[in-house]
């Protein structure tokens, strides 16, 4: 079959192609190798000898199923030319790549094959890190886009981009963010831009960006411009923060929530007790800075513990995860103050105690107070129900809320009958005047009341009582309860009567005596047994004096008996009242003479005679003027004068009721001191400027004067200035007398 004679091996015409880099070959119309050059034996791994007069058949069989060889063919028998990459394995594996172009040629076919393994492996390099690239990309879970910077079109974004915005890859690209309103801020974008085109820097930010459904994420991003094919881009980062954001959002809030406590809040690590962290509140407590407390632990703070309450209470928070104390704590200063700790164990990231401290300072001096006022109350209580007067609580409308021990012995009524009810049932037994009058008292006027009254006892015997009642107003001024004090006088009322009837009849006794005495004396001075020297009449005189004085006592206690015990009878008669002042300053003419008083009578002309009692006069006119002459110095003055008072006119700052009797008795003694003008009228009380005067007397004149006005309807009083002088008026009114 080879009688076409062979390419002269070494033909000079192809020689020239040694040299070249690219492989030449040429295989003749028989499949024979007739000339390749060295680049050519190169690409095929082979000799150059081992190939040139043999066929392509003969050296790789199998080589007609190859691709190759198909080119070949089809440019051998087609004579048309080919260009083709492909790439060749070689027996021993290795992989290489090469362009060839066929040229049909007249001896056959040329074939030109340049080596593009090193160009291939770099674009498969290329290619697979593209790959990696696209895949790391959308694998992120960042959310990744470039934009143009010109146009400010979306050039790619990652999948998270897509996942996050609602966008698809699709729906994005091409468009500007401002189309999608990604921003939800469009003024931020314009920001970022401008400070990125200005600088070209690596700028991070935080933003927040709008999905697809108008739902909102926060995120910081990162951006910086790159040049792509001389465009330039802007590669972004943004990380979702909204987690973070809330994270912090909560830590903050929890940060405020703990320094806005007023309790004081103590972190600690459970072992070493030391501070992890500490509220505001307990800083200003104990007066150290968060900083000194966190190098603390809770032992240098506490001072009302021992070491064996403290693993007594650890043990306890160890057991049941709490526990509720209370001890003391130091402050900076020094000072020491008790506090409650509620105590808990909590799990973070590791376990930790957790300490609410509240100052209970206050509270502990409140349950103090209370305790003392407790037992103060107990005191009280213990006071009035051992009283041995009646103590009666009622509320405003007199039910009985408490009575003490008391009551019920004096009533014989046990407290339950009692309590509910009004104190009508012991009492009640005054006419209805009275306690229609004491209620008015009590409940309008909002005054405490003073009474006797007669009550009576469960077993229906009376008993004579003492009562006051006073109203206990709230802050508004109205009665909030009635409390009553009520004192059986009915044993001192047996000893007054007895008493005074002890007085009646001794002073009734002693009278006889007395006007024996005085009858004596006075016939004695009088001559009738014979004349007498100066001495002893004198000394009879003396007698004599003392004897009326005497009298006037024993007139005086009669008077005072008949006036308390109520049986004082009034015997009105017609009285010159002019003569009857005239005679009782007659009484005093001897001190009068002695202290040289200038007298003064002065009684209103065409006075009608008076109807009164003559011994009430007497008493009361013999009184003032007595008491007028006692308390002036020699030289004074003493006024007595008697006049009219028609209804209606005012004496002294009193206004006369009805038309009366003035009796007015002016001195210009030593007067009444101020302290002591309110008692003038109580029973033996004699001002301290009287007793020295004059320590005689018995404070009986006035009081004794006073009740038996006030039995006339009559008024007494005074006008008085202490060292100046003393003016007592009685007005006594015409009809009663
Ligand atoms: P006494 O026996 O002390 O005079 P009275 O009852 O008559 O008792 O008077 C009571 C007190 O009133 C006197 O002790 C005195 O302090 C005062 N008193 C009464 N009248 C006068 C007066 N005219 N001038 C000064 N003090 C008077």
């Given at each position: 079959?080879?009688?076409?004679?062979?390419?002269?091996?070494?033909?000079?015409?192809?020689?020239?192609?040694?040299?070249?880099?690219?492989?030449?070959?040429?295989?003749?119309?028989?499949?024979?190798y007739?000339?390749?050059?060295?680049?050519?034996?190169?690409?095929?791994?082979?000799e150059?000898?081992s190939?040139i007069?043999?066929?392509?058949?003969?050296?790789?069989?199998?080589?007609?199923?190859?691709?190759?060889?198909?080119?070949?063919?089809?440019?051998?028998?087609?004579?048309?030319?080919?260009?083709?990459?492909?790439?060749?394995?070689?027996?021993?594996?290795?992989?290489?790549?090469?362009e060839?172009?066929?040229?049909?040629?007249?001896?056959?076919?040329?074939?030109?094959s340049?080596?593009?393994?090193?160009?291939?492996?770099?674009?498969?390099?290329?290619r697979?890190?593209?790959?990696k690239?696209?895949?790391?990309?959308?694998?992120?879970?960042?959310?990744?886009?470039?934009?143009?910077?010109?146009?400010?079109?979306?050039l790619?974004?990652n999948?998270?981009?897509?996942?996050?915005?609602?966008?698809?890859?699709?729906?994005?690209?091409?468009?500007?963010?401002?189309?999608?309103?990604?921003?939800?801020?469009?003024?931020?974008?314009?920001?970022?831009?401008?400070?990125?085109?200005?600088?070209?820097?690596?700028?991070?930010?935080?933003?927040?960006?709008?999905?697809?459904?108008?739902t909102?994420?926060?995120?910081?991003?990162s951006?910086?411009?790159?040049?792509?094919?001389?465009?330039?881009?802007?590669?972004?980062?943004?990380?979702?923060?909204?987690?973070?954001?809330?994270?912090?959002?909560?830590?903050?809030?929890?940060?405020?929530l703990l320094?806005?406590?007023?309790?004081?809040?103590?972190?600690?690590d459970?072992?070493?007790?030391?501070?992890?962290d500490?509220?505001?509140?307990?800083c200003?407590?104990?007066?150290?800075?968060?900083?000194?407390?966190?190098?603390?632990?809770?032992?240098?703070?506490?001072?009302?513990?021992?070491?064996?309450?403290?693993?007594?209470?650890?043990?306890?928070?160890?057991?049941?995860?709490?526990?509720?104390?209370?001890?003391?704590?130091?402050?900076?200063?020094?000072?020491i103050?008790?506090?409650?700790?509620?105590?808990?164990?909590?799990?973070?990231?590791?376990?930790?105690?957790l300490?609410?401290?509240?100052?209970?300072?206050?509270?502990?001096?409140e349950?103090?107070?209370?305790?003392?006022?407790?037992?103060?109350?107990?005191?009280?209580?213990?006071?009035v129900?051992?009283?041995?007067?009646?103590?009666?609580?009622?509320?405003?409308?007199?039910?009985?809320?408490?009575?003490?021990?008391?009551?019920?012995?004096?009533?014989?009524?046990?407290?339950?009958?009692?309590?509910?009810?009004?104190?009508?049932?012991?009492?009640?037994?005054?006419?209805?005047?009275?306690?229609?009058?004491?209620?008015?008292?009590?409940?309008?006027?909002?005054?405490?009341?003073?009474?006797?009254?007669?009550?009576?006892?469960?077993?229906?015997?009376?008993?004579d009582?003492?009562?006051?009642?006073?109203p206990?107003?709230?802050?508004?001024?109205?009665?909030?309860?009635?409390?009553?004090?009520?004192?059986?006088?009915?044993?001192?009322?047996?000893?007054?009567?007895?008493?005074?009837?002890?007085?009646?009849?001794?002073?009734?006794?002693?009278r006889?005596?007395?006007?024996?005495i005085?009858?004596y004396?006075?016939?004695?001075?009088?001559?009738?047994?014979?004349?007498?020297?100066?001495?002893?009449?004198?000394?009879?005189e003396?007698?004599?004096?003392?004897?009326?004085?005497?009298?006037?006592?024993?007139?005086?206690?009669?008077?005072?008996?008949?006036?308390?015990?109520?049986?004082?009878?009034?015997?009105?008669?017609?009285?010159?009242?002019?003569?009857m002042?005239?005679?009782?300053?007659?009484?005093?003419?001897?001190?009068?003479?002695?202290?040289?008083?200038?007298?003064?009578e002065?009684?209103?002309?065409?006075?009608?005679?008076?109807?009164?009692?003559?011994?009430?006069?007497?008493?009361?006119?013999?009184?003032?003027i007595?008491?007028?002459?006692?308390?002036?110095?020699?030289?004074?003055?003493?006024?007595?004068?008697?006049?009219?008072?028609?209804?209606g006119?005012?004496?002294a700052?009193?206004?006369?009721?009805?038309?009366?009797?003035?009796?007015?008795?002016?001195?210009?003694?030593?007067?009444?001191?101020?302290?002591?003008?309110?008692?003038?009228?109580?029973?033996?009380?004699?001002?301290?400027?009287?007793?020295?005067?004059?320590?005689?007397?018995?404070?009986?004149?006035?009081?004794?004067?006073?009740?038996?006005?006030?039995?006339?309807?009559?008024t007494?009083?005074?006008?008085?200035?202490?060292?100046?002088g003393?003016?007592?008026?009685?007005?006594?009114?015409?009809?009663?007398?």
């Amino acid at each position: 079959m080879n009688d076409t004679p062979p390419l002269v091996h070494g033909h000079d015409g192809w020689n020239i192609l040694d040299g070249l880099l690219e492989g030449c070959m040429i295989i003749d119309r028989d499949w024979r190798y007739v000339y390749l050059n060295d680049a050519a034996a190169r690409h095929g791994h082979v000799e150059k000898g081992s190939l040139i007069g043999h066929t392509m058949l003969e050296k790789y069989p199998g080589v007609e199923g190859s691709g190759i060889f198909a080119m070949y063919k089809k440019c051998m028998e087609g004579r048309t030319a080919g260009h083709e990459e492909m790439s060749y394995t070689f027996p021993d594996g290795s992989v290489e790549w090469y362009e060839f172009s066929v040229n049909p040629i007249p001896e056959g076919i040329f074939v030109l094959s340049v080596d593009i393994t090193e160009r291939k492996r770099a674009e498969e390099g290329a290619r697979l890190s593209r790959e990696k690239f696209t895949a790391a990309f959308n694998a992120s879970p960042d959310l990744m886009a470039i934009t143009g910077v010109s146009d400010g079109k979306i050039l790619e974004v990652n999948e998270s981009y897509s996942r996050m915005l609602g966008y698809s890859r699709d729906e994005s690209v091409g468009k500007t963010t401002a189309e999608l309103s990604i921003w939800a801020d469009a003024a931020d974008r314009e920001r970022f831009v401008a400070v990125l085109e200005k600088d070209g820097q690596v700028i991070d930010f935080e933003t927040m960006l709008r999905r697809k459904d108008g739902t909102t994420v926060m995120v910081t991003d990162s951006a910086r411009v790159f040049d792509l094919q001389g465009e330039k881009c802007i590669f972004s980062t943004a990380h979702d923060i909204t987690d973070r954001k809330r994270a912090e959002r909560e830590l903050r809030l929890f940060r405020s929530l703990l320094d806005s406590s007023s309790d004081g809040i103590e972190v600690m690590d459970p072992n070493t007790l030391g501070f992890v962290d500490v509220n505001e509140a307990e800083c200003r407590e104990l007066g150290y800075s968060r900083g000194e407390l966190l190098s603390m632990h809770a032992t240098d703070i506490d001072s009302g513990m021992d070491e064996e309450r403290r693993s007594s209470i650890d043990a306890q928070v160890r057991k049941a995860g709490k526990a509720k104390f209370e001890t003391e704590h130091r402050r900076k200063d020094g000072t020491i103050f008790p506090v409650e700790i509620n105590v808990t164990l909590v799990e973070l990231d590791k376990p930790y105690i957790l300490s609410v401290v509240r100052d209970i300072t206050e509270r502990k001096a409140e349950e103090k107070m209370l305790r003392e006022s407790a037992e103060e109350l107990k005191k009280y209580k213990m006071a009035v129900e051992a009283a041995s007067d009646n103590i009666i609580l009622t509320d405003r409308e007199g039910v009985v809320l408490y009575v003490n021990k008391n009551t019920s012995s004096l009533t014989g009524y046990a407290k339950e009958e009692i309590l509910g009810k009004t104190a009508s049932v012991w009492g009640g037994q005054m006419p209805k005047e009275f306690y229609e009058g004491m209620w008015k008292t009590l409940g309008e006027e909002k005054k405490p009341f003073s009474a006797e009254v007669v009550n009576r006892r469960k077993d229906g015997r009376l008993y004579d009582a003492e009562i006051h009642i006073s109203p206990v107003l709230d802050e508004s001024g109205e009665v909030r309860y009635f409390i009553g004090v009520e004192r059986d006088i009915t044993k001192a009322k047996e000893i007054d009567t007895a008493k005074s009837e002890f007085i009646s009849l001794a002073s009734h006794q002693m009278r006889t005596p007395l006007t024996a005495i005085n009858w004596y004396s006075e016939m004695l001075i009088g001559g009738d047994a014979g004349e007498l020297n100066a001495k002893q009449k004198e000394y009879f005189e003396a007698i004599y004096g003392a004897s009326q004085q005497m009298n006037e006592i024993i007139k005086t206690f009669l008077h005072i008996l008949r006036l308390e015990t109520g049986s004082v009878a009034m015997n009105p008669v017609p009285v010159d009242l002019g003569e009857m002042v005239r005679l009782t300053v007659e009484e005093s003419k001897l001190p009068i003479d002695k202290k040289r008083l200038r007298m003064r009578e002065q009684v209103q002309e065409a006075l009608p005679p008076l109807k009164i009692d003559s011994e009430l006069v007497r008493v009361v006119l013999q009184n003032l003027i007595s008491n007028a002459v006692k308390y002036t110095p020699d030289d004074g003055e003493v006024a007595i004068s008697v006049e009219n008072a028609a209804r209606g006119s005012v004496i002294a700052g009193k206004t006369a009721e009805e038309d009366s009797i003035l009796v007015s008795v002016r001195d210009t003694g030593i007067g009444i001191p101020e302290a002591d003008r309110d008692k003038i009228f109580t029973k033996f009380f004699r001002a301290g400027n009287a007793k020295t005067w004059d320590p005689n007397g018995n404070g009986l004149g006035l009081y004794m004067a006073n009740r038996m006005i006030h039995t006339a309807k009559g008024t007494l009083w005074f006008a008085s200035e202490e060292g100046r002088g003393t003016t007592f008026y009685a007005l006594l009114p015409r009809e009663e007398l």
